[in-house]
């Protein structure tokens, strides 16, 4: 019984890997810890499974797969994935891609990203009638 629950785990592990390489992968550098689980949530409909597969931390079970390396700057921990042949040539595409709009903004600026429903909850309540 023991074996099957490490084996799940161990493909647990392999899983959530192969999607934070991916999401690493797909943004330019540098990708801090914090957005690699905002966009695991967002994309795998869950949180990163820390707790539940018995790690403290996130970076702590991002370690026990040994595909990623850690830095720290500031007050962030730069996540990078380590190279492997089969990513190479789209590590290599996303360099060399031009900045994107949203990233040239100046910091402060409105961001266009702002959901539909928070917009029109801000018109609305700030045209209410006292």
């Not at 949180?47 to 702590?60: C, D, K």
């Not at 026990?64 to 492997?84: H, L, M, Y």
Request: glycine content about 4%.
């Amino acid at each position: 019984m023991s074996q099957n629950r490490n084996n799940n785990e161990e493909d647990q592990l392999k899983q959530i890997a192969l999607v934070v390489r991916s999401l690493i992968n797909s943004t330019k550098p540098p990708c801090t810890l914090r957005d690699i689980l905002v966009d695991f949530e967002e994309f795998e409909g869950c949180p990163l499974p820390t707790r539940s597969l018995g790690y403290t931390s996130a970076e702590e079970l991002l370690a026990e797969t040994g595909e990623f390396s850690f830095q720290q700057r500031k007050c962030e921990t730069i996540v990078t994935a380590k190279p492997s042949e089969k990513s190479a040539h789209i590590v290599a595409l996303v360099m060399e891609q031009n900045e994107s709009y949203k990233s040239r903004k100046r910091p402060g600026s409105r961001d266009s990203s702002e959901s539909c429903e928070r917009a029109m909850m801000r018109h609305f309540n700030s045209n209410r009638q006292f």
